[in-house]
């Protein structure tokens, strides 16, 4: 009878224990599917969920917020993805925010990661759409790393290919690298060309010291055209002296010109002089000489016009004739 009792009280105990730690692992089981608390519904659509499954983590800003309800398979290439999100959260989950999928660690279960928008769009509601980002998966990385391979063994083997046929002597650049002469001769272009570049250089410093010179040098000609203000007046003096002077020449020429052709048109003294053929003859030789150094002193003028150490100031003069011209016909 005392084994009887005893066992019962035994047999009681387990039962309560048992059904106790029943309760606990359904409230666990519960609070992990969110069996006990309120609850919403978002979606998001993705083209591959990576291995995910019903029931897995769903995390925003790492925390722990919700889990997967259903995932759907809408056509070849999309997925719907169902998730409970606790009711507390939706404050801070906004409708800009987007949806990947993620792993839990190195080696972990896949979990979906809602990551925040950086926009201001209202809250979230039941029952709403989240835009969804892929991530490049393992396969796709290995399937990159597999074309990038060959690739990478095919232009070795490309410059493989080329590096023999230049050891060879084939083409430009193996010619290049196996011909001594044709290396000799370029050696000795390039050596010309530093001196070639040396000496346009040593030109071109000799050519600075004798403009600096020039430049700073009163004792020459040219130092004092370029630097004495008293020698270039004096010379613009002198250029227009010889201008009246040829002027003022070429007024004689025309009077005598002009007494010429009087002495052949009157009767007397004169006539007679001019029938006098040596003294005819006299003249018009004198005439002749000075015609010519008139036009000798002319084309003096001229070139001297022309010379670069005088045209500044015969271009100057004509631009102040044009000057007063404008002036006077204003």
């Known amino acids: 009878m005392?084994?009887?009792?005893?066992?019962?009280?035994?047999?009681?105990?387990?039962?309560?224990?048992?059904?106790?730690?029943?309760?606990?692992?359904?409230?666990?089981?519960?609070?992990?599917?969110?069996?006990?608390?309120?609850?919403?519904?978002?979606?998001?659509y993705f083209q591959n969920v990576n291995g995910l499954q019903n029931g897995n983590n769903v995390r925003y800003a790492g925390i722990d917020i919700g889990t997967v309800k259903d995932i759907t398979m809408i056509n070849d290439s999309t997925i719907k993805i169902d998730m409970h999100i606790d009711e507390k959260i939706i404050t801070h989950i906004k409708k800009d925010a987007i949806a990947t999928i993620g792993s839990d660690?190195?080696?972990?279960?896949?979990?979906?990661?809602?990551?925040?928008?950086?926009?201001?769009?209202?809250?979230?509601?039941?029952?709403?759409f989240i835009d969804s980002y892929s991530k490049i998966g393992a396969d796709d990385i290995l399937s990159t790393l597999s074309v990038s391979s060959e690739n990478a063994a095919i232009l070795t083997s490309d410059l493989l290919k080329i590096t023999t046929a230049m050891l060879e002597g084939k083409g430009t650049v193996g010619l290049l690298l196996n011909d001594t002469i044709m290396a000799k001769d370029l050696k000795q272009s390039v050596n010309n060309l530093k001196l070639a570049s040396r000496g346009a250089t040593r030109t071109i410093n000799e050519l600075n010291s004798i403009i600096s010179?020039?430049?700073?040098?009163?004792?020459?000609?040219?130092?004092?055209?370029?630097?004495?203000?008293?020698?270039?007046?004096?010379?613009?003096?002198?250029?227009?002296?010889?201008?009246?002077?040829?002027?003022?020449?070429?007024?004689?020429?025309?009077?005598?010109?002009?007494?010429?052709?009087?002495?052949?048109?009157?009767?007397?003294?004169?006539?007679?002089?001019?029938?006098?053929?040596?003294?005819?003859?006299?003249?018009?030789?004198t005439i002749k000489n000075i015609n010519e150094g008139t036009d000798k002193f002319n084309q003096n003028m001229e070139a001297l016009k022309h010379n670069f150490l005088t045209r500044g100031y015969f271009r100057k003069l004509e631009r102040q004739a044009k000057r007063e011209l404008k002036k006077s016909g204003n």
Not at 9 to 34: D, E, K, M, P
Request: neutral net charge; without cysteine; charged residues 15%.
């Open 213 to 285: 010179s020039i430049k700073t040098n009163d004792d020459t000609v040219l130092g004092v055209m370029l630097n004495d203000s008293v020698s270039g007046s004096k010379l613009k003096a002198m250029v227009s002296n010889l201008e009246m002077s040829s002027q003022e020449i070429n007024n004689v020429l025309n009077n005598i010109n002009d007494v010429v052709d009087t002495i052949n048109s009157s009767d007397g003294a004169y006539n007679y002089i001019l029938n006098d053929t040596t003294l005819v003859n006299n003249l018009k030789s």
């Open 105 to 128: 660690g190195l080696v972990g279960n896949m979990i979906v990661n809602i990551v925040p928008g950086e926009g201001t769009a209202p809250i979230i509601t039941n029952s709403d």
């Open 2 to 44: 005392k084994n009887t009792s005893s066992q019962k009280i035994r047999l009681g105990l387990f039962v309560i224990i048992s059904t106790i730690l029943f309760i606990v692992a359904v409230y666990l089981i519960g609070q992990r599917q969110n069996m006990f608390r309120k609850t919403f519904t978002i979606s998001s």
